[in-house]
């Protein structure tokens, strides 16, 4: 599938878009106050990361259960979790690539 069909697929016009809603998401699922998605690095890790989020391990399963929710693709494992959860520049190459399941 290319690109522009996954984005398609995705609701999403851009990469940046879906970044974007990425950072959304991860904000609202671990209520994190005080930080708005435009502020949040896109090229750090935001699980224990330097940047505003300070977000630990059970956020990330709030994470994982959001991303199959709003998108439809799954974190299998914590090997999966963590190379995906890299930043949210890997995120978004996750969610792009990972195969589709049942929302």
């Known amino acids: 599938m290319d690109v522009n ?3 398609k697929q995705l609701n999403v016009a851009s990469r940046e878009e879906l970044i974007f809603k990425l950072k959304e998401l991860v904000i609202k ?6 930080v708005k998605a435009e502020d949040v690095p896109t090229d750090v890790p935001f699980i224990g990361g330097p940047g505003p989020l300070n977000l630990d391990s ?5 994470i994982a259960m959001e991303l199959r929710f709003q998108f439809g ?12 959860m890299q930043s ?3 995120l978004a190459d996750f969610v792009i690539e990972a ?5």
């Open 29 to 34: 699922a671990c209520d994190v106050k005080d």
């Open 58 to 62: 059970l956020d990330a399963m709030e």
């Open 99 to 103: 195969p589709k399941v049942k929302k």
């Open 88 to 90: 949210f520049d890997s």
């Open 5 to 7: 069909e996954a984005f």
């Open 73 to 84: 693709v799954e974190l299998k494992n914590a090997s999966t979790a963590a190379k995906a």
